[in-house]
């Protein structure tokens, strides 16, 4: 992990946290450029905005606003262990090298088809995310299960 | 096709229309029950919101707010050929069935993932879909390579 990674970990710390503190659920992202320039940054907004789709990834990636197609592709986007639809976008917009805080808590399974088109994927293993997320699941588990997808 | 498609595609079209007219990229989108009651619907906002997410699935689903696990499992949703992004939209949230206008004027892949995955895709091959969306593209070739992530 760079020091620029450690910029946008924590940056995305910042933002998980702002949520937790919020009621909503503790996960941020940023997206940086290789040079550290910060593009974007958001959390999850499905309790604050009642949005299905605000996760902290398509949060960063609309905080970032209409970016050119050269400019997704030398960035970095830091996050949590992305569901099918955040993985999605991250192939879309050819992001080449995704940050994961931690995937012990959950894991959505994105970072196997990441790596089949060649995204670059580091997983951390950060105990501050580990702890928003174990604590947030265990506190409301059916707003979490709505955030997956599931039952 | 059933007749609930019938109403689903038309409100996809008429949201479509409106984007054109609003200068933006003609791709609407509905989604329905099994039932045929309308749950959401969309277009797509790039241009109007400067917004690089609100594609006209995640907008359906962004309308739809937010919705039991058990709600998507009986609901389709109609469109064009979904990006990687709507395409793990759909998958996230289980909708299994997916109707497209058409996809001879742009195909972005996602019919085969969503197909592995057991949804059903029905591809239609509306005259309007094709029309407006070649109208688009030829008047407004950036802004259509800038939704999909192309130079």
């Not at 020091?3 to 659920?25: H, M, P």
Request: glycine content about 10%; aromatic content about 4%; hydrophobic content about 35%.
């Amino acid at each position: 992990m760079c020091s620029i990674d450690q910029v946008g970990i924590q940056i995305a710390l910042t933002q998980a946290r702002k949520s937790f503190n919020e009621g909503g659920i503790p996960i941020g992202c940023s997206l940086l450029s290789v040079n550290g320039a910060i593009l974007g940054a958001g959390h999850n907004q499905r309790i604050q905005k009642s949005s299905p789709t605000l996760h902290g990834e398509i949060a960063a990636l609309e905080d970032a606003g209409r970016l050119k197609a050269g400019v997704y592709r030398d960035a970095t986007i830091k996050s949590s262990s992305p569901c099918s639809m955040c993985t999605g976008a991250i192939l879309l917009y050819k992001i080449p090298r995704v940050v994961i805080g931690e995937n012990k808590t959950f894991s959505m399974g994105g970072e196997d088809l990441l790596k089949s088109h060649g995204v670059e994927v580091v997983v951390l293993d950060n105990e501050e995310c580990k702890e928003l997320m174990a604590k947030f699941i265990r506190e409301k588990p059916e707003e979490w299960n709505e955030d997956i997808g599931e039952e």
